[in-house]
């Protein structure tokens, strides 16, 4: 007796079919898995006897062999319990086949329940390309498969409920997909906290509004991990589209709040300084997302830049550039999303008070160039905007004045966006900051003024081919905050003063 019934895979953020193909054969009593399982697969075996038997099932005392197909990809993790369990039962005719326009996914526990798994957006994905109509899923998956769209989501409790659906005792209520609500600036601290640093909020606006890597240097105390954890409450919500790709990275990584559908805020990641190379790109035997990904469409928040590990910060070069992680194995490649802003901060020395106007600092030379030098000339090419945070004074700190709040500056990062989506409408382009190089000179016109004093800056600072781009499209960002729609002098003035600071400090250190 045969039966086979259709399930899904995942691999990094790419699910795939899986056809589960049940056999049972006269001997003597075994159940075997093949098509590549892994041990979590293997394990099934018991689980699925026992969940069948506590759920007064017959269990057949046959040769059972359970196909994985195809049987080239490995295949990982529970979710395939489900799936066996029934096809088992309909192999032994205790069940009816079900259709090929059925899916079904999801982890047994040993009295039948059906627990959640990782991955389901991908997966459900997937099913939609495949032709699947109906997808059974962990009832606390149901969300997340909903949000896919085009696919009828039964979420499921026991397997009991499944096989009652199945043979029309007890037909499953679909689950209606949620609709989209993007989070909104409230869920971020507020810029009205932050006393003075006039220039510093100036930056934080254009980084905001082009989407450029940012980096605060300044004395301990200056405020400069306050002013990055407000980054998100002054980014434009995310889209549908960036929901989704977000969504498929947390579900992979199995991050995803219990019952929940899309993300629906930017997502702010700040890893500690110890973490590895893996462990900000990505990696193991089976490819997992990284920091840089778990921040994709959102900020990375590397505090105390230059106690990161070397070969961590140098590993980021390549996802800052292409804004995808591509971690190569033995068994094959996978390729993971990194669009992100990178927010960095960091002292000017060991001891935090170099060039500091009134505290002395107790740091050698030797020692100040050692610090600044674990963060290499290439990272910090690949960074649009070096920003100073000076002291803050007394009479800030002690006025009764707030800061401009953050849906203020929000407001204004809005208009500027919504000049980039009209501006590159159609180009898959989502911010200045994304601007391909092919399309920068017919975007980032420059008026003849200001195209001399990008030249003197260009030759007086020595600048790199790339910082040459960097500052055309800073320069873009700072027009389109200012309504103009040709870039003038006093734009690219200001926007190469945000270059100056790798001068002062790696150059004359």
Not at 133 to 142: G, I, S
Not at 398 to 416: K, M, Q, T
Not at 418 to 438: E, F, I, M
Request: aromatic content about 6%.
């Amino acid at each position: 007796m045969f039966a086979r019934i259709n399930s899904l895979g995942v691999y990094a953020l790419n699910g795939f079919s899986v056809s589960v193909e049940a056999d049972i054969s006269g001997g003597l009593p075994q159940f075997t898995i093949v098509g590549l399982p892994d041990s979590a697969v293997r394990e099934a075996t018991d689980r699925v006897r026992s969940a069948l038997k506590n759920l007064s099932f017959v269990w057949p005392v046959s040769r059972i062999t359970v196909n994985l197909a195809p049987g080239d990809i490995r295949k990982t993790g529970p979710v395939y319990d489900l799936p066996v369990l029934l096809a088992i039962l309909a192999a032994s005719g205790q069940l009816p086949v079900p259709g090929p326009e059925d899916a079904f996914i999801g982890e047994l526990s040993l009295d039948g329940g059906v627990r959640s798994v990782t991955g389901v957006l991908p997966m459900a994905l997937a099913a939609v390309q495949q032709g699947v109509r109906r997808l059974f899923v962990p009832a606390e998956n149901a969300a997340e498969a909903a949000a896919a769209g085009a696919l009828c989501v039964y979420p499921v409790h026991t397997a009991l409920d499944a096989v009652r659906h199945l043979t029309g005792e007890a037909p499953i209520e679909p689950a209606q997909p949620a609709a989209f609500a993007p989070g909104g600036p409230r869920d971020a601290p507020d810029f009205a906290d932050v006393r003075g640093q006039l220039e510093a909020r100036r930056a934080m606006e254009i980084a905001a509004a082009g989407g450029h890597n940012i980096l605060l240097i300044g004395a301990p105390g200056t405020g400069k991990s306050m002013l990055a954890k407000r980054l998100p409450g002054i980014l434009p919500p995310l889209s549908r589209t960036e929901a989704v790709e977000t969504t498929k990275v947390y579900s992979v990584a199995g991050m995803l709040p219990r019952g929940s559908g899309l993300v629906s805020h930017r997502p702010f990641r700040a890893p500690h300084h110890s973490v590895s190379a893996a462990g900000l790109v990505g990696g193991g035997s089976t490819p997992r997302p990284g920091e840089v990904s778990l921040a994709h469409n959102g900020v990375l928040f590397l505090d105390e830049l230059p106690e990161f590990h070397r070969d961590a910060l140098e590993i980021l070069r390549q996802p800052l550039e292409d804004g995808t992680v591509t971690v190569s194995r033995v068994a094959g490649s996978a390729s993971f999303p990194s669009s992100i802003m990178l927010a960095a901060a960091m002292n000017p020395c060991p001891c935090g008070y170099f060039g500091h106007p009134t505290r002395a600092c107790s740091c050698t030379p030797y020692a100040i160039e050692r610090y600044l030098q674990r963060v290499s000339g290439p990272l910090l090419d690949r960074i649009d905007l070096h920003v100073e945070v000076a002291p803050v004074e007394y009479a800030d700190l002690a006025g009764d004045s707030s800061g401009e709040s953050s849906a203020a500056i929000l407001r204004r990062v809005l208009a500027a966006r919504a000049v980039q989506d009209t501006r590159y409408k159609g180009t898959g382009v989502t911010c200045n900051a994304r601007l391909p190089s092919a399309m920068l000179r017919r975007v980032c016109r420059l008026a003849p003024d200001a195209d001399r004093v990008l030249r003197g800056a260009f030759e007086r600072m020595g600048l790199s081919a790339r910082a040459y781009d960097r500052v055309l499209k800073v320069s873009r960002t700072i027009a389109d905050l200012a309504g103009s729609e040709r870039i003038e002098a006093e734009h690219v003035r200001e926007a190469v003063q945000y270059r100056n600071l790798d001068r002062k400090y790696w150059y004359t250190a």
